[in-house]
């Protein structure tokens, strides 16, 4: 195994020997250890993969200064020693081509070929891909050479890495002409080709987009070390920098935590340019618009672990929160990343993440409030957006008086927040009615609203039930109005016609109390019973109509014991007149009174004779109040009013009634 490490690290590595006798050597080393076309084959791909780790360039294998026909020339020199090797060495050499290809050791490859006088076909396709990269030969030329085992891609087929990685064909071409989008289609099918190789040629594809869109050769671009170019990728300012990055991080072998520290530090920086904040010459270049909205999450997606990424954030937020100055730009460049980091916890669903952002967040709101940074804390609360979380922020606003701020935002489509704020405003601030219809007003939220003071009054309404009815009423009574005006306003911003009226109802009703508060009559918080009784003792038809109302009680037969009480019983016909007024009367209120009067006069022994002649008296008068001439006729003849009866078919309409014997 030793002797074998030394053929990899010594023979191949070394400049190429035109010593024949050197070459026969290294055959016979070849053919004399078997292990090649084992384990040793691994390890050793590997060190040579090792060594070349700290070449510059993260893609300088990728380039080579031979023409097609001096690579031909040079294997033909040394034909005579692969003719040597018997089918299996072949294939054992093959197999060691292929290793080298897939760790990116292109030009190890080409040193091994040329000294056995073999290549692969792996190997000519890189060197083609290559070649077309650099200029070296025409796309149609390539395009001739390949193999008619696949089709051929033209300038009408779609490439599936362009689609993945930078733009339309159609883009590309008017970006960047005809021939070169031949180039990167001819590209792209010759890394298709490739086995072993793909790796290899899937990079010279992506460098060559890269040098394309940058407008630089093909040449400066693979002796660029990856984070140089990664980073003139992102700072182009073309309009697809992001996934053209996304497909060279991808080939360019960066770990992910460089991947980390660089977009990291370049979105950091971006944040700081934004504030004003100095960078050292040296730092990470600034990515534009980079830690704002798409943008941001578009960077954060070259890292295939954004918790690296969240972390880095918070550990530069730290960093910035344990400096010597504290200033306003300090403290928003701490909120921002803080804001980052959240971003990126979230996406990777990591909740003990999240959790350490918003305790960081809790603990330096003390620190913004000091300085009177309540821009950034509003930026603080709206940027992490788990408004119920963050209650803690609420709280501060309203302390401070500053909840404004949070309203000056453009924040009218966020309905979470809309529905918290006004949580958090029914819960702690009830009485703060301004603040309320503020936020309502703001956020366009008439019905929340109104169904907020709805419940709000009938709440302070309830509390009223055992208080006594004296002037101390009369205080909490003007709250209760003007909550329930107040919702039957947004109601009716929001046409809901028929919650506005009842809760107008409502308002009335308290409004009704204030009034009869000298009067020691309870209207508010009764029973169902007592609404009855309320109807059937109070004179006063339109107020009797507004606690119905109120109540709910509707339906022309409830009136039949108070008109019944009202009008028979203490001949208030003025009592009868509003009621006929305000609502639809017809003949069954009518034959109920009557029906409750002839029960009256026959059950009720109690009762004087005054008092009959007074109640008969007054249902006299009562029937002639009904409008209808055929009613009136019927029930005073059950009643034995004779005198009623014969005027009614005397007058007009007599005759028409005898016509339809309605009184024979």
């Known amino acids: 195994m030793a002797r074998r490490a030394g053929f990899l690290h010594q023979d191949v590595l070394s400049p190429l020997d035109s010593d024949s006798a050197a070459q026969t050597q290294l055959l016979d080393s070849l053919l004399a250890n078997t292990t090649l076309r084992e384990g040793a084959l691994s390890s050793g791909s590997s060190t040579i993969a090792h060594q070349l780790a700290g070449r510059e360039g993260w893609a300088i294998e990728l380039f080579t200064t ?6 031909k020339e040079r294997l033909q020199l040394n034909q005579h020693v692969s003719q040597t090797l018997s089918a299996e060495d072949q294939t054992a ?18 040193k091994l070929a040329l000294m056995f006088g073999h290549s692969s076909s792996d190997l000519d396709l890189v060197l083609m891909a290559v070649r077309l990269a650099q200029g070296r030969c025409r796309a149609k030329d390539v395009v001739a050479s390949l193999p008619t085992k696949t089709v051929v891609p033209t300038l009408s087929h779609s490439s599936a890495s362009l689609r ?15 021939d070169s989008l031949e180039m990167v289609l001819t590209l792209e099918d010759v890394s298709h080709r490739c086995s072993a190789g793909q ?77 004003g904040i100095a960078l050292p010459p040296s730092a990470t270049p600034a990515f534009p618009g980079g830690h704002r909205g798409s943008e941001f999450s578009s960077l954060a997606s070259l890292c295939s672990d954004q918790v690296l990424l969240a972390e880095h954030f918070m550990s530069v937020s730290a960093a910035t929160a344990n400096g010597a100055n504290i200033s306003q730009a300090s ?22 993440g999240i959790g350490q952002v918003l305790r960081t967040a809790r603990q330096r709101l003390s620190v913004m ?38 309203l000056r935002r453009d924040i009218t489509k966020d309905d979470d927040l809309k529905v918290v704020l006004l949580d958090f405003l029914r819960k702690h601030c009830p009485d703060d009615v301004d603040t309320l219809r503020k936020v309502a007003s703001h956020f366009s939220m008439w019905r929340e609203m109104a169904v907020m003071q709805e419940k709000q009054g009938e709440r302070r309404m309830n509390s009223l039930k055992t208080a006594a009815v004296d002037k101390a009423l009369m205080a909490p009574l003007e709250g209760v109005i003007r909550l329930f005006v107040g919702s039957a306003e947004n109601y009716m911003k929001e046409n809901c016609l028929r919650h506005a009226q009842v809760c107008m109802s409502k308002a009335r009703l308290a409004a009704m109390q204030r009034r009869l508060v000298p009067q020691g009559v309870r209207v508010i918080n009764l029973q169902r019973r007592e609404v009855h009784q ?20 509707r339906g022309l037969l409830e009136w039949v014991k108070p008109v019944y009480v009202q009008v028979v019983q203490r001949g208030h016909f003025r009592y009868l007149q509003d009621l006929t007024s305000s609502m639809q009367v017809s003949a069954p209120l009518f034959r109920e009174v009557v029906s409750r009067f002839q029960r009256e006069m026959q059950d009720n022994k109690d009762l004087s004779s005054s008092q009959r002649q007074q109640y008969t008296a007054n249902m006299r008068e009562f029937l002639e109040h009904v409008n209808e001439p055929r009613v009136t006729c019927q029930l005073a003849r059950e009643l034995g009013f004779t005198d009623l009866t014969t005027s009614i078919l005397d007058s007009p309409a007599g005759q028409f009634l005898r016509d339809n014997m309605f009184v024979m």
């Open 369 to 406: 409030v000091k300085a009177s940074q309540f821009q950034t804390i509003v930026r603080l609360l709206t940027g992490i957006a788990r408004y119920r979380e963050l209650i803690f922020i609420f709280e501060t606003l309203v302390e401070h008086e500053r909840l404004d701020l949070l």
């Open 534 to 553: 309320f109807m059937c003792d109070h004179g006063n038809f339109h107020e009797a109509l507004q606690v119905a109302e109120a109540y709910r009680t």
């Open 93 to 110: 050499l093959d197999s060691l081509l292929n290793r080298l290809l897939s760790g990116g050791n292109l030009s190890q490859s080409c």
């Open 199 to 275: 790796r290899c040629a899937q990079k010279v594809a992506v460098a060559y987009r890269i040098s394309k869109v940058l407008a630089l050769d093909y040449e400066s671009i693979v002796r660029e070390c990856a984070s140089s170019v990664l980073g003139q990728v992102l700072t182009s300012g073309q309009l697809h920098s992001v996934s053209l990055a996304k497909s060279f991080v991808d080939v360019s072998g960066l770990s992910n935590e460089e991947v980390v520290q660089f977009i990291g530090d370049g979105v950091a920086n971006s944040i700081r340019t934004s504030f």
């Open 331 to 352: 403290l928003a460049l701490e909120v921002e990343l803080l804001i980052k980091a959240h971003t990126c916890y979230t996406t990777a669903c990591n909740m003990e």
């Open 66 to 71: 031979l023409t097609v026909d001096q690579w």
């Open 164 to 178: 993945r990685g930078t733009m339309t064909d159609q883009a590309w071409r008017d970006s960047h002409g005809d």
